[in-house]
């Protein structure tokens, strides 16, 4: 009994071992689905006034907007809130062309990615881009206030209690762990047929 056990443990073992191929492919089509479906949100209004507040705090990339931080705090309006006022504000703010430039950023590259199952030239570029992509999302952590618990009185506020949109970023850490997976897989991909067609030409 103990034997057969044993040989059901290893043959497990063995089994999950050999999915490693399989594990990094899905891991890019995860990556796929997530950033082809946040990018087509962009297009959205709710989805581009809701990444206002990470924009404009950015050092990065609040000169894509032509309002600067705090105003936009004027303006903020709830998912599927329309105010005819506010909504005219982020026209002229540039919310709507910026969220729809970064949309379809984010959707090629989760197409990148997706491609390296295919072609790790193509897969490695997309991986570098995810990586420099969810690096940049996780700076919000340090720019963005809104990520943490404002202080309204209950006396739970500030670091490291994150509010919804703090707990929003700080899962971009499981994509770029997934990214640089996904990067070191094309990048050993490439350098074994390096070697491969070396020793052909030998």
Request: charged share 15%.
């Amino acid at each position: 009994m103990n034997a057969n056990i044993s040989r059901l443990y290893d043959n497990l073992l063995q089994l999950a071992a050999s999915s490693q191929t399989l594990g990094i492919n899905l891991i890019r089509v995860a990556i796929l689905i997530v950033f082809v479906w946040i990018g087509g949100l962009k297009f959205q209004n709710y989805e581009a006034e809701g990444i206002v507040p990470f924009v404009a705090n950015s050092p990065f990339m609040s000169f894509f907007y032509t309002q600067k931080a705090p105003e936009y705090k004027n303006y903020k309006l709830k998912e599927g809130e329309f105010d005819a006022a506010k909504h005219e504000w982020h026209v002229r703010n540039n919310t709507y062309g910026f969220s729809h430039g970064l949309g379809i950023l984010i959707m090629a590259i989760g197409v990148l990615v997706f491609l390296g199952i295919f072609s790790a030239r193509i897969g490695l570029a997309g991986a570098i881009l995810a990586v420099i992509m969810t690096v940049g999302t996780l700076s919000f952590l340090v720019t963005t206030p809104e990520v943490w618990v404002p202080d309204l009185g209950s006396g739970e506020a500030g670091f490291p209690l994150l509010s919804g949109a703090g707990r929003l970023v700080v899962k971009d850490t499981v994509i770029l762990a997934g990214a640089l997976v996904a990067l070191s897989d094309s990048a050993r991909r490439i350098l074994r047929k390096r070697n491969a067609d070396g020793i052909q030409n030998r």
